[in-house]
């Protein structure tokens, strides 16, 4: 019986294994330096935002550094599309 555990385990660890190996990867090596540097900017206290005004929030430096290097034409991912707004149809 622990046989046919321990098999079915490793086929289910075999499988997802294959599947890692499948995906892209979503950010370059270059992209991700980019990202690092600003985060440094930002635990030193140094990032600022396009207003002027100091950057407190982790989530907004991770964008500002995502944001810089899609500007440096870097390997990121695109942009969602915002949503539309409107009435719906109906």
């Known amino acids: ?13 075999f499988k997802l294994k294959k ?4 995906m892209a990867k979503k950010y370059s090596k270059a992209a991700e330096k980019k990202v690092g540097k600003v985060m440094k ?8 935002s ?3 005004d100091k950057v407190t929030d982790r989530k907004q430096a991770i964008a500002i550094g995502i944001s810089e290097a899609r500007e440096a034409g870097l390997k ?6 915002a949503a539309k707004k409107g009435t719906a149809k109906k």
């Open 19 to 22: 599947n890692l190996s499948v």
């Open 50 to 52: 396009s207003s002027g």
């Open 41 to 48: 900017e930002f635990k030193e206290g140094k990032l600022k």
């Open 76 to 81: 990121v991912p695109k942009k969602k599309a």
């Open 1 to 13: 019986m622990p046989s046919l555990i321990s098999g079915g385990m490793s086929f289910v660890f």
